[in-house]
């Protein structure tokens, strides 16, 4: 059983630190991702400066939004960690007694449901996040769908003719505003964001149209510098680019009214999270008020009615008091009793601790002593050897010394004997020629037998052609 409790809080603790670990990465992803946007946000230079202007403001508004919904988080869970702390004291400090129960029963009671509609309330808004994510990723995938269609175009014609087909659920075409599917309309039936036009002569057109605006000379210059264009086809681009303005200006409103709703009905989302957990307190506190009024009622009751029948049950109660006190007094010996024998435990523990502390000291102590022991006797042999080997090479560079001296003497003394003694041996080749004694006295006994038997060697056959040669 104790195992596999042990088991069980550790698989529970290992559960924390693995959900620690992915809160953490999962933190790490969001500032990557908030550094990868305000790079293109809040750059300076970048060609689309005047598009992610309305972008900073939204971004801005989301940023405060979420330091508010935090600042909320954390004062919830402060108040749920104060009532869990006031629990947990008035545990540990809590007299035994007959409401004792009852006071902690009701303080569970408010802690449960406090979590209960903090967890609510938090599921709601993930709700809310989730359906917010998956319009916002239909909506960014109908735009690569038609960025890519745009891109895979060949010429303005084909473009014309092919037009991109809108890729929204039914979901999404009821949360996109009127003004925006207008706005998409419009350019797929009028060739997209330059009206059919390529991309140098509408860029060539708008710096023209900003420039002469209103002016004669426009229609002038804009057909000098268009030749392929008449003039028929300039004022029709000219009433497509104020249509094109117009239609743009509305879907920019709609999609700011769009989101200003969106947070609207997240800020009441959250007031009516707040009123609905204001509302739970109020009744908590209002059942435990009504509980009070009860017990008090119940306790007036019980006095009146002790009063009417004081007289009668006064010995009654007086030997149930007496009980009372006599089993108050039992349990507290024994709270006494059981307190001492823990103190005895520890104090046995304590003292245990400390002898086998002592003990490891002295046996630290006497291995240090032995290992200074060894390391002084292995000192003593290393300088007994190192002396032997001195002694034994002193020893043997006298011998060497000694065998040079005799071989210098013995040197000298054979000079001498050669300079006393001349040998003088004439060389006579013919003697290495001459028979030995013992050759020259066989052959003197040619009557000698050896006896025994004439062994024959084996010879090879000779050829019959070489037979007499």
Known sequence: MAVATQHQRLSEKQRKLDALVTLEQLGARGAALERETAIHLYNKRSEFRHEYCDLEETDGRMTEGRKQEKAKLKLQLSRVHTSVSRFRRSLQDAKPSSDLVQKLKEMMEEIETSILSFKNHQREIYEML????KVVSQEVSAFEKRIYSWSSRDAVG?????KPKKVQTAESKEEMPPAVTAFERFLQQTGGHQGGWD????????RIYKTHKGNPVFLTTALAVLPGHSEDDIMEHVQWYSEYLTLKDSQKEAIRKWKDMKQSEKAEMLIKGEAEEQRTLVNLDQKKQERMDKERAERLSKVASYKAEQELKRLAEEEERLKREVMQAREEQRQKRQRAAVKMKVEEYCKQKAE??????????????????????????IDRFQERDRAAFDERKLRQQKQAMQDEERTKRL???KGQVDVHVERDPSRLYKLTEGWENRKKDNTTSHGGAVVSLPKRAVPSWRVGV
């Open 199 to 206: 991309d140098y002569d509408h860029q060539t057109f708008l």
């Open 130 to 133: 989730s359906k917010e994510e």
């Open 356 to 381: 086998e502390k002592e003990i490891m000291e002295l046996a630290s102590d006497a291995l240090r002593h032995e290992e200074m022991e060894k390391r002084r006797a292995a000192n003593k042999q």
């Open 158 to 162: 084909d473009a014309i003719a092919m």
């Open 415 to 417: 000079t001498k004997l």
